[in-house]
Nanobody, 121 residues
Framework: QVQLVESGGGLVQPGGSLRLSCAASGNIFSINAMGWYRQAPGKQRELVAAISDGSINYADSVKGRFTISRDNAKNTLYLQMNSLKPEDTAVYYC????????????????WGQGTQVTVSS
């Protein structure tokens, strides 16, 4: 059992900034990768940014504006969002690819409940 809890969403004006956090807890042995996805009304969920030991990837639409980071000791993921635009408005979801504790002998992908980001005047 793994839980992901997002926080930091809210209402911000265009050009503003927000910092999202995702705290992972539960029967975690290790986390292979974590990422942020977003979904706007009527649209498909899309990858925003992802981080693993080997790489960091960003959607073209957020490159240069968003920064993903990870605190492995705290099992916490962050997304610093700067220069926000109205088209960034969406529910943002945290995702984690998790190796569970050794006695569980399991690996799985988990999602948080999402946090709303609204960019509007």
């Amino acid at each position: 059992q793994v839980q992901l809890v997002e926080s930091g969403g809210g209402l911000v004006q265009p050009g503003g900034s927000l910092r999202l956090s995702c705290a992972a807890s539960g029967n975690i042995f290790s986390i292979n990768a974590m990422g942020w996805y977003r979904q706007a009304p009527g649209k498909q969920r899309e990858l925003v940014a992802a981080i693993s030991d080997g790489s960091i990837n960003y959607a073209d639409s957020v490159k240069g504006r968003f920064t993903i980071s990870r605190d492995n000791a705290k099992n916490t993921l962050y997304l610093q969002m700067n220069s926000l635009k109205p088209e960034d408005t969406a529910v943002y979801y945290c995702n984690a690819d998790v190796n569970l504790v050794h006695w569980a002998r399991s690996r799985g992908t988990y999602w948080g409940q999402g946090t709303q980001v609204t960019v509007s005047s």
